[in-house]
């Protein structure tokens, strides 16, 4: 098995600032590439940003210079720091990682189960 568990989420207010953190364990022989989506309430889950194992970054138009995603390679986790956070941030945030298992004997997609961010006054 393969899980990958976040954490960090919560309501701050416009402005404000919070920090995800995704830790990845089980059955995994190496790891491409982690990163963060969000799904809003009736929307399409969209991608946020995005780490490879060699440190290159990509991040979505909307927050570029407010997010930041990182990674520690040694312990599988990726976070993603959130500045300047807006109301049009809320959502629900799903950590993914792009990784080979012997649980599918190869490569795939793996979710964590999503944490809530809510940006509110």
């Known amino acids: 098995q393969v899980q990958l568990v976040e954490s960090g989420g919560g309501l701050v207010q416009p402005g404000g600032s919070l920090r995800l953190s995704c830790a990845a364990s089980g059955s995994i022989l190496s790891i491409n590439a982690m990163g963060w989506y969000r799904q809003a309430p009736g929307k399409e889950r969209e991608p946020v940003a995005r780490?490879?194992?060699?440190?290159?970054?990509s991040y979505a138009d909307s927050v570029k210079g407010r997010f930041t995603i990182s990674r520690d390679n040694a312990k599988n986790t990726v976070y993603l720091q959130m500045n300047s956070l807006k109301p049009e941030d809320t959502a629900v945030y799903f950590c993914?990682?792009?990784?080979?298992?012997?649980?599918?004997?190869?490569?795939?997609?793996?979710w964590g189960q999503g944490t809530q961010v809510t940006v509110s006054s």
């Open positions: 993914n990682a792009d990784l080979y298992s012997s649980v599918i004997g190869g490569r795939g997609d793996f």
């Open positions: 780490i490879t194992t060699g440190g290159s970054t």
